[in-house]
């Protein structure tokens, strides 16, 4: 097998140029966005705190940037919100209502116009050695997508656009939104009931402990 086909041949790094060249997806402000995330967070004491929608992440999700800066990650729909969110949980036909349970969707209007770097773009590997699919690869960690967003964040692009690693075979787009660290007490919409997006794609919700979970915190 030649080496373009058994290791990762997108770029770590852009420069100011690359990031120039690449096609840039332009969310006006007011543009709905989807995000289903935890309810809760489990501080080390043990105790459940309650988590909003608007949180700018700089842990370890895969376009993550470094404190004092952040990431949201978001979805272009309702779909890809929820199966990113509940990740290698959709390869089974049955979910546990625990899931369901422990999280929370909710639409959200951007307070401002976003313009994103779009990887789902042709255009990303002619001009920037970006393949789309190996934008949403599995990886022991997050390290070479991170330096990514790093360079996008530098040149002063707002986020990248990049296709959802669960949302297959609908393709979902996600958002992923450069801003300063930390949560925003911004408001959101009216939450959405997980369960009818779940049943759309033939999934059934079983109330079993037994059943496999992720590593979200459930409810109090």
């Known amino acids: 097998m030649s080496r373009a086909r058994a290791h990762r041949v997108s770029a770590v790094v852009l420069s100011a140029q690359e990031v120039g060249e690449l096609t ?3 969310l006006p402000r007011g543009t709905h966005i989807f995000r289903c995330h935890s309810r809760y967070a489990r501080q080390r004491s043990g105790d459940l705190v309650k988590l909003g929608a608007w949180f700018f992440s700089s842990s370890n999700g895969r376009f993550d940037l470094e404190a004092p800066r952040g990431t949201l990650n978001v979805a272009q729909a309702m779909v890809g919100a929820v ?10 036909s049955q979910i546990s209502e625990q899931e369901v349970l422990a999280r929370r969707l909710v639409p959200l209007a951007l307070k401002e116009r976003v313009d994103l770097v779009d990887f789902t773009d042709r255009k990303a590997a002619q001009a920037a050695k970006i393949l789309a699919g190996e934008m949403t690869g599995a990886a022991k960690n997050y390290a070479e997508f991170q330096s990514l967003a790093k360079s996008v964040d530098a040149v002063g692009r707002g ?29 959101t919409g009216e939450e959405i009931s997980i369960v009818p997006v779940l049943n759309s794609l033939g999934y059934e919700i079983i109330n079993d402990e037994l059943m496999p979970v992720s590593d979200v915190d459930f409810r109090a």
């Open 24 to 26: 840039v997806r332009k």
């Open 83 to 92: 199966c990113e969110s509940l990740g290698v949980l959709t390869l089974d």
């Open 159 to 187: 986020g990248i656009c990049s296709f959802l690693r669960f949302s297959s075979p609908e393709r979902g787009r996600g958002y992923f939104i450069f801003g300063d660290s930390g949560p925003r007490l911004w408001e």
